[in-house]
């Protein structure tokens, strides 16, 4: 095993995704199935280990998303939150905490950043010149400004960032900007703000970046940060750090502390409150478990670790550095192991196009495919380059791998162990060799296939440790391409009719492999891994050093799954996918995209939004059997275990009615208390989870699948006819 350098324990932190949509593929393949692999991995190694992560809930797309539906940024933040924590936890990504920025103790953690530098004297004071638009009233955010890029001539770059070349810009260097507010020319005034002086932390950063030292002691080394992360942070300092304003005009933040003059109305920039989101969310789990939080961000022991897509790459390695080292007492990262972008079908993943695939309606669509999608991600991972998902990539990678290779060595090793052995691990002749029966010309020894499969489970583990992923999953279907060699050199299944002894030898081996895979299958698929340990029945992984444990058996001869264990029944772990799934995938990613395109060609042009098809032709006596009525929305619940289901009850005029309504991705219960609506009343009841609903509400539906309340006006009384 190599000679390597083992911290006291490690902080982990996953990029914090911005609560204004949900988790789509190039998400995962950014910053969370990295990150937590790598933390599984660990936590098996018996280390250390706090995976922190959360939702970003400011900044200014947040508010664009909110102002775009005509609701509160907080109704936003509250909406995809949650559905971002359910899209991580049904996929598999192990946080110990998943916090949100809204909370309290974020606040206070992030204001008292902000004060303590204040105190320290370390930010400037400056007064520039910033776009205003003058029609709503505001100065304009970054990403509320529009124009022609100055390095590739894209025409809807925004403020910060080029999203085409990806260039990182000032609102003042686009050509013709606009308000995206109100697509006006916007005019410049004068504002204040608190900046940092990156420019007087130049030399130390770059000390640090290239060479990983800090204050004539080594950092972390500099071999090991990604080439296209210490590139782009170079870049930057070469072309000489500016100051960086830390706080904005915005009407939804984090308050700058009310006690520092000329405050009112100034709020946090993202880039100052949402990594401090890193250690409120240590702070509240600390706070929850009863732990010392200091710990993981001020010992020296501690391994601080950021996994994040490449756009974030100077915010992690020069702006929150910068702000930690300032303040003082706070360790630096050791890596900040940034991935490449994800692209989808040959195209570059644009959620504002509709090219992109939701996390969400992956799992409703394909249930138990979780780690197969997984798989695709982590074998595509763009660990240094940029990468790419297509479904037919997606099927193949299923079909010709997990089925072929992984799925059918472990379906021949329980068929044949329960056919031939009652499914109990046989003993052996350890000094027996087994040669094959003619498809093989070397001798197999069991004890050469067992130290082979520590030398593969070591390069595994240093694979995970230096970031390599893709390279570690190699090694997972290299042992299980080697265990299937040994059954197919060997055909047990012949074998056993002249050569029983040695049968028993082929069939322990091949359990003791697949032992290995249910325990190193955890970090990269682990729906698949408690699959595999039930059928093997072996005790589920704790994550609490079990792969120490393995690897000293290994190394001491000892068996990894002891003769005489009783496994399971054979039970398949994942089962071919036809080409009709593909077919459906993709003409349904056409299909928004299409829809998306004609969506925002008209929203330019005209004031409607495209038309949908109609159902087919009614007469007006089918339409006279409708009886429609107004009622007022009096109560609203959540119905337990029904993601988009609503429990309602209304005030009809005469009764108090229940329904049971589809709305509650769209709608929190509390916001649409006295709703006036139109329902159905003459719907014929039935039990909706339980629930006997009464009736329908109507709502009006756009082509992106927006839901609004069809609503005569307050000034109806509940119980009218609606005619």
Known sequence: MEDIYFPDRYLITSALPYANGPLHLGHLAGAYLSADAYARF???MGKDILYVCGSDEYGAAISMKARQENVRPIDIVDKYHEQIKESFDRIGVKFDIYHRTTADIHAETSQGFFRDLYKKGEFEELTTEQYFDEEAGVFLADRYIKGTCPK??????????????????????????VSVLTNSAPTLRSTTHWYLPLDKNEEWLREWIQHGVLEGQKQHDPDLWKNHVVGQCMSWIDQGLQPRSMTRDLDWGVNVPEEIPGSKGKKLYVWMDAPIGYISATRQWAKDHGADWEKYWKDKGTELIHFIGKDNIVFHCLIFPAILKIHGDYILPKNVPANQFLNLEGQKLSTSKGWAVWVHEYLDELPGKEDVLRYVLYKNMPEQRDAEFTWKGWQEANNNELVNNLGNFINRVVVLTNKYYDGVVPSFDPDLEFTGSGNSDMPIWHDTEMLDLFDRLDAYGNAIRKYEFRSALRTIMEISSAGNIILQANEPWKLIKEDEETVKAVMNCSLQYAAALSMILDPFLPFTSSKLRKILRLPALKGEGELVEMMGALAEGEALIPEGHQ????????????????????????????SKSETDQIEVNEPSQPALPQKPEITF????????????????????????????SLDTGGEIRTVVSGIAQQYDPEAIIGQQVVYVSNLAPRKLRGVLSQGMILMAEDSQGKLAFVSPGNDISPGSIVR
């Open 621 to 648: 006596d089918d339409f006279q059997k409708l009886d429609l009525r107004v009622a007022k929305i009096i109560e609203a619940s959540r119905i337990e275990k029904a993601d988009k289901l609503l429990k309602i």
């Open 152 to 177: 590739c001539g894209y025409p809807e770059a925004y403020g910060d960032q080029c999203e085409s070349c990806g260039a990182s810009l000032s609102a003042q260097e686009l050509i013709d900007p």
């Open 567 to 594: 496994i399971g029944d054979p039970i398949h772990l994942f089962e071919r996918i036809g080409d009709e799934v593909v077919e459906e995938q993709v003409e349904k990613l056409k299909s928004r995209a299409a």
């Open 42 to 44: 660990q936590r098996l």
